[in-house]
């Protein structure tokens, strides 16, 4: 665990120490809610991917080295964001046409895979390009990246809606945070070494909240509005 807790051989401080807390509880709460709902074993599906990625971070850190530093933050994004995608083809996949159950065939169920990445890939790197803006614009700490870039994806990934609706369950907001650490994490310890030095120490840092949730606000629409066109919503 102390290995776990420990990123460039700096143990985390207070604040990182008190949201990994914060992240433990409300998984358990969440959990012991739901249950294990088909949401909640997705849920611990991508948890279980980021701790591996925690575990060989050093290892996946050092991948496709020969692209540029933006190329590969966007491309390994986007790869992660695909396999997360996949584990979200059980509960709650781009389309609810394609979900994944009991009854469905592996060949039934790789194409609907397939079909989910045709329009969520796309805007995966629509959005990694508009946070590699940001990151190579203005200073982040690992720490300040991993927390204001979950908190973007949550709340543009739909979260923004939710958490209007039920303020209460700000309470959980790690919970589907855990959602985008685990496409987050290993592409910026990949490119953080070779981002421009002259990165602004600024409050416009968090201008990235609103910037990634108006980019899924535009994706969103963009791909419902496909959905419908190819009878798939």
């Not at 143990?11 to 709460?29: D, E, H, M, Q």
């Not at 369950?169 to 994490?185: C, E, K, R, V």
């Not at 981002?195 to 994706?219: D, H, K, N, Q």
Request: glycine share 8%; with cysteine; charged share 10%.
């Amino acid at each position: 665990m102390r290995k776990l807790l420990t990123f460039g051989g700096t143990t985390l401080g207070i604040r990182p120490k008190i949201y990994c807390f914060w992240t433990t509880v409300s998984i358990l709460l969440a959990v012991a809610l739901a249950g294990f709902s088909s949401e909640s074993v997705t849920r611990l599906l991508v948890i279980v991917f980021l701790f591996v990625q925690i575990a060989w971070r050093s290892t996946l850190a050092k991948v496709l080295p020969w692209f540029s530093p933006k190329t590969r933050f966007i491309v390994l994004g986007t790869v992660l964001a695909a396999v997360v995608e996949g584990c979200h083809m059980i509960s709650t996949p781009v389309f609810r046409s394609l979900r994944i159950g009991w009854d469905t065939s592996f060949t039934q169920g790789l194409l609907y895979y397939v079909i989910d990445l045709l329009f969520t890939v796309p805007a995966y790197l629509v959005i990694f390009s508009v946070i590699w803006y940001f990151i190579n614009q203005y200073h982040y700490s690992l720490w300040h990246y991993v927390v204001v870039m979950g908190l973007a994806h949550t709340l543009g990934d739909g979260g923004i809606f939710f958490f209007l609706n039920a303020p209460q369950m700000l309470l959980f907001l790690p919970y589907p945070m855990t959602n985008y650490h685990a496409i987050d994490l290993i592409p910026f310890l990949a490119v953080c070494d070779r981002l421009r030095p002259e990165r602004l120490s600024s409050p416009f840092a968090y201008l990235a909240v609103p910037g990634v949730i108006g980019t899924y606000l535009v994706c969103g629409t963009i791909i419902k509005l496909l959905g419908r066109a190819f009878g798939l919503e």
